[in-house]
């Protein structure tokens, strides 16, 4: 697969993965009362286990050797670096602008941003097939 279709494709999985946890994250933080940090740590996990199924069956190839065990668990410690590098700068984001619901959707689009680039060239790296 070309590197542009490959692309395009993990915009449309990171898309739904992104209304899926903003949808999480705002039904926590904003209708449940749970603490930002918390509700945005829950909505990344959900969103995570979403992502995988959908990366893993349409963008990335698996790698020949891999188990899918080990490739989970690669898979998840990315993502969990991905996570620390979204708790960090969601609690950057909202220490200088606040909990509302627009500051914390304007958090979230920025956090958004800096994990998406973290987790295509980490997968692409690490778990994508190399091209043949």
């Known amino acids: 697969m070309g590197l542009a279709r490959q692309v395009g494709r993990f915009g449309v999985v990171g898309v739904a993965a992104t209304l899926l946890d903003y949808a999480v994250l705002m039904a926590l933080s904003q209708l449940a009362g749970v603490p930002v940090l918390y509700a945005s740590a829950a909505s990344y996990v959900v969103s995570l286990v979403f992502n995988y199924a959908a990366s893993m069956r349409y ?42 619901a627009f500051a914390v959707t304007a958090s979230k689009a920025v956090a958004t941003a800096v994990v998406m680039v973290w987790n295509f060239a980490s997968r692409k790296r690490w778990l994508d097939a190399p091209a043949r």
């Open 59 to 100: 963008v990335f190839t698996h790698r020949e050797g891999m188990s899918r065990g080990r490739e989970f668990a690669l898979f998840v410690v990315l993502s969990v670096i991905g996570l620390g590098i979204n708790q960090v700068v969601m609690a950057a984001c909202t220490a200088a602008l606040g909990a509302s």
